[in-house]
């Protein structure tokens, strides 16, 4: 396993079904879910689209691994940086890198994760949605750690005001990723710590 595995590489070398998902996620980042057909996939990884079948049951199938998957990686990732930390300050300010980096490396991931919640099948949404509820839980913490007096219903609020910010990344590329990165931090951590 890499150091660094990615949201949907936990290999060396992606298998087929990673490199069918991060095809997909571009594709579907560019032309929505609606309009990506299973040829369209299939195409991107240089395969049939009928053979796709070999390894997702439908193009709805691909769409629930992929947001579990990236769902998973910030959670798994989150509490990581959560837990290798004592000084909450800098709690705070590891998942803010944390996720302004995934921001800036997964565009086409963040952009499949907020336009297609309501496309996931029923189980597929609320496995998600559990993530992601554990995911903010990590973030609500650590803000009620690092900014004093800081209510929880406030804490949840300024999460999900910052995720909003660094996740409008894929549409804001006017500076180069480090340049963004370092702005997105400051922007992030300043947002948090004026929060109550």
């Known amino acids: 396993m890499p ?10 070398k992606a ?7 991060a095809a997909a996620a571009e594709l579907f980042a560019h032309h929505g879910f609606h309009g990506v057909g299973i040829d369209d996939i299939g195409a991107a990884v240089g395969i049939s689209g009928p053979a796709l079948y070999r390894h997702f049951r439908s193009k709805d199938a691909i769409l629930g691994e992929m ?13 990581a ?18 996720h302004v980096d995934f921001a800036l490396a997964h565009p086409a991931l963040i952009t499949v994760q907020e336009r297609n919640l ?3 099948t029923d189980s597929d949404r609320k496995q998600v949605r559990a993530l992601q509820r554990q995911y ?6 650590a803000i009620s750690d690092a900014v004093p007096g800081i209510g929880e219903r406030q804490a949840r609020s300024a999460a999900h005001a910052v995720f909003g910010l660094i996740n409008s990344t894929p549409y804001n590329r006017h500076l180069g990723d ?5 702005m997105l931090c400051r922007l992030a951590l300043g947002a948090l710590h004026s929060a109550r």
């Open 81 to 98: 940086r959560a837990s290798q930390r004592d000084e909450p300050g800098e709690v705070l300010e590891a998942l803010v890198n944390f």
């Open 3 to 12: 150091a660094n595995p990615t949201p949907l590489v936990n290999g060396e």
């Open 67 to 79: 947001l579990n998957s990236i769902s998973r990686y910030l959670l798994d990732g989150g509490t």
């Open 136 to 141: 903010v839980e990590v973030w609500v913490r």
């Open 15 to 21: 298998n087929r079904r990673e490199q069918i998902m």
């Open 118 to 120: 309501a496309n996931l």
């Open 178 to 182: 480090s340049e963004l990165a370092e």
